[in-house]
């Protein structure tokens, strides 16, 4: 009998749970002993990846499908690194409080390497790591930051539907319609779907 296939996405993409630590954010922070967090789980908490190639992302037709079928149809490129990044600092440190977006935050990463931190279902912080080829789309409403690692540096290609609209909200924004939504589309919803198995 043949092992089980491993995700090709986990090459670019993997997730943990954090540690409270304050040491330098671009470090991993992994819990110790190390808790990994799947692709399903990040799913379940309405997190969407892929795994892409990143050298042809001009003529690349998975690329194309993927912004067909959800709308993205703005499209432009952040490189993140204190050379070509204006206020370098100020902006980390903006990227890395905790908010939210009203819309879905799509980034695909071309070159470089980066961590997006997400909440779980319990308040607990998931590292997400992603490196060339991994593109992930943040659901509305979802509460997230982003730091660079250790390299210092990438350069991700942001999707989006219409026109852009960058705003972050930083936590608390309850009150928000799109953080509703998220709350009663994937926290609720698991919440409701264990009282009806204990109810079995």
């Known amino acids: 009998m043949g092992s089980v296939g491993k995700d090709d996405r986990e090459e670019v993409i993997q997730a943990w749970y954090m540690d409270n630590s304050n040491e330098d954010q671009r470090l991993p922070h992994h819990r110790d002993p190390k808790e990994f967090v799947s692709l399903d789980k990040l799913a379940e908490l309405g997190v969407l990846s892929w795994r892409l190639d990143a050298d ?47 819309d879905e935050e799509i980034r695909y990463c071309v070159a470089g390497s980066g961590y997006f931190d997400v909440r779980d279902r319990d308040e607990a912080w998931i590292r997400i790591w992603v490196k060339k080829g991994a593109m992930i789309v943040l659901p509305a409403g979802i509460y997230h930051r982003f730091t660079l690692d250790s390299d210092n540096y990438i350069k991700a290609m942001r999707l989006f539907v219409g026109d852009p609209v960058w705003t972050p909200f930083n936590r608390p924004h309850d009150h928000l319609p799109a953080r509703k939504q998220y709350i009663d589309n994937f926290v609720q919803k698991d919440v409701a779907g264990h009282a009806v198995d204990a109810a079995a």
Do not use: A, Q, W
Not at 82 to 96: A, D, G, S, V
């Open 56 to 102: 042809n992302y001009e003529t690349d037709e998975e690329l194309k499908k993927i912004r067909e079928t959800r709308g993205y149809s703005y499209m432009d490129f952040c490189e993140v690194c204190p050379e070509k990044l204006p206020n370098y600092e100020e902006k980390i440190k903006n990227f890395f409080e905790e908010h939210l977006h009203t």
